[in-house]
């Protein structure tokens, strides 16, 4: 099986389903597709615009997939070299389990996303973001499930603001989850020490 313009590719962790991103070609927009294997049928896909990149990561049962995208507002060409301003990212979620796939998403997150970790085996994850490295917001949201009368939904939970986390990381068993901050002292214009220190919190 050839797949032309492939960028990434990630195997489900519980199943025979492989997730890849194709990037834009010419007029032809980015898609994000999953396909069976051995039977190589596409079970699901979306295609999107004005991609820079994509990153995907799946929940650790198989039951979601998140794939961050990174996109523009604007493209330039100077010397072949595309430059892209006015940068924004999607977070796209794909419930594997249930009929159809539906997907979901977060819009136009506009600063800068430095971690995303899902909670192991669970519905719940976290994004750290912001537009500078020492002023980030760590947020954790929850994936809830559809009821019979009731769509399903990404839920934030909690918003911690004003820190300078980089990196998240959850307990092997969930619930916790550690967010590690760095602290830089200056002495005139010049870095004089950086530290790092780690949060935790019951989610």
Same mark, same amino acid.
């Given at each position: *099986? ?11 962790? /519980? ?10 070609? !010419?007029?032809?927009?980015? #898609? ?11 079970? #699901?896909? !979306?295609n999107l615009v004005n991609v820079?990149?994509?990153? *995907? ?12 995208? =990174? ?7 100077? !010397?072949? =070299? ?13 419930? *594997? #389990?249930?009929? @159809? ?14 971690s995303f970790a899902w909670e192991?085996?669970? @519905? ?6 912001? =537009? ?9 949201? !929850? ?12 839920? &934030?939970?909690? =918003?911690?603001?004003? #820190?300078?986390? &980089? ?7 969930? @619930?916790?989850?550690? *967010?590690?901050?760095?602290?830089s002292k200056t002495s005139g214009?010049?870095?004089?020490? /950086? ?9």
């Amino acid at each position: *099986m050839k797949i032309p313009h492939i960028a990434d590719f990630e195997w489900s962790p /519980t199943n025979n389903i492989i997730s890849y991103w194709v990037a834009e070609d !010419k007029n032809v927009p980015a #898609r994000v597709v999953l396909i069976d294997i051995p039977s190589k049928n596409e079970i #699901r896909s !979306k295609n999107l615009v004005n991609v820079v990149q994509c990153k *995907m990561f799946w929940q650790s049962a198989g039951d979601y997939l998140c794939v961050r995208v =990174e996109r523009y507002k604007k493209v330039t060409v100077t !010397k072949d =070299e595309p430059r892209y301003t006015g940068i924004y990212y999607n977070f796209e979620f794909f419930r *594997m #389990r249930e009929k @159809q796939i539906p997907v979901e998403s977060i819009n136009e997150l506009k600063e800068n996303c430095y971690s995303f970790a899902w909670e192991p085996n669970g @519905q719940r994850f976290a994004i750290i973001s912001g =537009e500078m490295t020492s002023k980030t917001t760590g947020s954790f949201y !929850k994936i809830v499930n559809p009821t019979q009368n009731v769509a399903g939904k990404i839920e &934030l939970i909690k =918003e911690f603001k004003g #820190r300078s986390f &980089l990196q998240v990381s959850w307990s092997p068993q969930g @619930q916790y989850c550690a *967010m590690v901050a760095t602290t830089s002292k200056t002495s005139g214009q010049a870095i004089a020490a /950086t530290s790092c220190h780690a949060e935790f919190f019951e989610v």
